[in-house]
């Protein structure tokens, strides 16, 4: 048996783990000319482990726990197949079938935003916002639905001004670049995706606090 908030912990150091090393490993397959997708900032590295954790999986922490009341376990389940559909058909894209464009990506994100904060303001008002109020739990994942919201129009914004500066580099045609490097041409993105980062890890950090003084049901 595991808390939501020892599982939010495992997650965060999964995906940071995770991302650390893929930075390394696409860096050095760019070099060789292995993988497309170009060499990725740290920045990028950074915002690469909070999508990977936040999207794909800490959805599951609150949608597994007993406590989390049903129109939301609905939305996140949503939230789940919409992330679960595009994540690994994003990746044969990028990889395989090499015809992967951001414009997909800011489609994709766009619609996910609109559908997610409707969805999240509809469960809520079946909820009842005065039920709501005294129920700290429920609280957190309105404000994990909120941040997801958030995260999702910082991406659009990253991927705009991506297409906008992208270039080609090393050795890689212009479409085959998906990821923003320590290139000079990218600081306004890694400047604007440092900002997105302390924001989105902040609340990451304070979900685990604010959940480890609850005292609430464990996830099976």
Not at 71 to 97: D, K, N, T
Not at 193 to 198: G, I, M, P, S
Not at 199 to 210: D, K, N, R, S
Request: aromatic residues 18%.
């Amino acid at each position: 048996m595991i808390t939501e908030s020892g599982g939010l912990s495992l997650v965060l150091a999964a995906s940071l783990l995770f991302s650390w090393r893929f930075k390394f490993a696409q860096d050095r397959n760019t070099a060789s000319r292995k993988w497309v997708g170009g060499e990725i900032s740290w920045p990028k590295t950074f915002w690469l482990a909070y999508a990977l954790g936040s999207w794909f999986f800490v959805p599951w922490v609150f949608a597994l726990s007993s406590s989390t009341a049903e129109p939301f376990r609905w939305v996140l389940y949503f939230h789940l197949a919409s992330w679960w559909i595009r994540g690994p058909l994003e990746l044969v894209m990028i990889y395989r079938w090499f015809n992967w464009t951001p414009v997909y990506g800011i489609s994709h994100d766009a619609f996910h935003n609109v559908a997610l904060f409707v969805a999240t303001s509809v469960a809520a008002s079946f909820i009842g916002w005065d039920q709501l109020s005294a129920d700290p739990f429920n609280l957190c994942v309105l404000a994990y639905l909120g941040s997801v919201c958030f995260a999702m129009m910082a991406e659009v914004t990253f991927a705009a001004l991506f297409i906008a500066t992208r270039r080609p580099a090393d050795g890689l045609e212009e479409h085959e670049v998906y990821f923003a490097s320590d290139d000079p041409r990218y600081l306004l993105i890694n400047r604007l995706t440092k900002a997105a980062v302390v924001i989105v890890y902040t609340h990451w950090v304070a979900q685990i606090l604010f959940l480890g003084f609850l005292p609430h049901a464990k996830i099976p």
